[in-house]
Every structure is written in C-alpha cells, then in structure tokens.
C-alpha cells in the first residue's frame, strides 16, 4: 500500500488550480470539520495520504491513539479515496457499514500524529470499500478494511428530511465523549444510557447531525472499561453498523463477556432498533499476544 516518498513526489497531489485535495473531497462528501481532521491530504489517483492529529481522551486505553479515534481518521480517509475514485464528483453521503481493524503493539506513547494511507477496494453505485493503514514514521499501528454505504445527496436529504437542522454548524471538537448515564455493571456485563447531544455530532453531517460510528464505538470500549481492571488496549474490532444514530436519540448500550477472558460483544440499540454491534479484543498492558 504504501507509496515511495520518490513516486509521490513525481506524481503529486491531483488538483485543479488553486483546488486543493481536502476542498475536492468536502465537496465530494456529506461531511466535514470538526470530524473531517486530516491534514496534509495528497492523492495520487490511487492512494490518499494524509496525517491526524491525535486528541481524544484515550481514558484508561494504552497506545499513541485510542482505536476509536484511529477509526475516525481511518474511517474519513476511507471515504475520501472512494469518493475521489468515483468516476463523477456527485457529492454523496457515506455511512459506515462495517469497521474490521488489527492494533498492533507498539512502545509509542499517546498524542503522537498519525500517518493514514487508504486505497479504495471496491466502488460500486451504491457502495464501497477502502483499506488503511496507519502508521507513525515507520512503525504500523493499524490496519483497517471499512465499508460503506454510498447515498446520493438528494436521495439522503429526501430521506432523511426530518433531521435537517439550520442551525447545525463545523464549530466544536471531538476530543471528548459525552457522560455516559445509569451506567450498571457486575462482573460479566454493563449497561448505559447515552442521549446523543448535537454537540457529539459535529462535522458529521452537514445539517444533519448524527452521531459518527467511530464515537459509538469510542462509548462502546469506555463502557468495556468498566468489567477491566486497570489499564488496557484494544487489539481487535469488528463493528457492523446497521442504522444511523440522529441527535436526540435515546440510546442503550451494551456490552457482555464473550469467548475467552478478553473478548467482549457490545450492542448499541435506539427505540428497539439495533443501530451497532461491535466484537472487541482488549489485552492487559503487559501481554504480548497481538
């Protein structure tokens, strides 16, 4: 996947005058900043390139990024080389079916910026699939496969017309969750309520707001924390993504012991509708398994 520093410096990023990579995605895509973070974007027609700050509060989880915040970037970079793949520049929505991702480990410490480099696999007119890897300088921290739903922008806005909102704007971060409530556990699951605020929305979508599934997931192995005992991280995920989470909903969470001492299931369901389910690897801070 990976392309020599030579070949990119020959082939370059792909822009019109004056049009940056990152102006050509966002226009491309229902979405934008806050959530959109990455900087430094070069697209070669095949491969996108770019670097991401690492800010979100990793809590109790070890690593240079927590595996939530590394799905976020690795999750935008994705869709922004199918969507520059696409052969027209329709801007279409991109919702996250589906997040399989490896975390290797690594001695690196928290808050280190990552390098993300995603290749599209599959294209299709109404999906579409990307693999990544993210790396800091020459150390590989993940690799991750997502895939998508691809929806055009008059066939979202049409469907999903009651949660346009006019006063939904790119101000605000996601550096941190919102709290967690009745949050119940004993010593094989837990439970908790979150009611997703605006807030936890911004960026994703543009006057739509709905909670990205990468925070999901970030609630998901915080709520995980509280069957472990001390510090952890996160090996494995595998997230199905079944619907979308809009501001204002009312969602309860899950999760339970699976096979093994480290595996957990989780599930995230809004007004009885399933809207997530996660499978989540997480290892004591001094094994070595991967």
Not at 61 to 85: C, F, I, K, Q
Request: proline share 5%; with cysteine.
């Amino acid at each position: 996947m990976r392309t020599s520093s030579a070949s990119a410096t020959t082939r370059g990023s792909i822009r019109r005058d004056g049009d940056t990579v990152e102006a050509r995605i966002l226009r491309r895509v229902g979405g934008g900043a806050p959530y959109f973070a990455l900087e430094e974007v070069v697209f070669d027609g095949a491969e996108l390139r770019a670097v991401a700050p690492t800010e979100t509060d990793p809590g109790a989880e070890l690593g240079p990024v927590s595996a939530a915040e590394l799905a976020r970037h690795a999750v935008v970079a994705g869709l922004s080389a199918v969507a520059l793949g696409r052969p027209d520049a329709a801007r279409c929505y991109y919702l996250v079916s589906g997040i399989d991702a490896t975390l290797f480990r690594t001695s690196l410490t928290f808050g280190t910026r990552v390098r993300y480099s995603a290749l599209a696999t599959e294209q299709g007119p109404v999906g579409g699939a990307a693999q990544v890897e993210a790396r800091i300088e020459e150390t590989l921290v993940s690799r991750l496969r997502v895939s998508y739903a691809v929806i055009p922008e008059t066939l979202f806005t049409r469907l999903f017309a009651r949660h346009r909102t006019t006063t939904f704007g790119d101000f605000g971060s996601h550096k941190s969750y919102p709290p967690l409530e009745a949050v119940d556990y004993d010593r094989h699951s837990a439970s908790a309520r979150l009611t997703v605020s605006t807030s936890a929305c911004r960026g994703h979508f543009d006057q739509h707001p709905a909670l990205p599934v990468s925070s999901l997931l970030g609630q998901l192995v915080r709520l995980t924390s509280s069957l472990w005992d001390g510090p952890f991280r996160v090996s494995s995920v595998r997230l199905r993504s079944q619907a979308v989470a809009w501001a204002g909903d009312e969602l309860d969470l899950r999760v339970a012991k699976s096979s093994g001492p480290w595996n957990f299931a989780g599930q995230a369901s809004a007004a009885g509708r399933t809207v997530a389910t996660a499978n989540l690897c997480l290892l004591p801070a001094e094994t070595t398994r991967d």
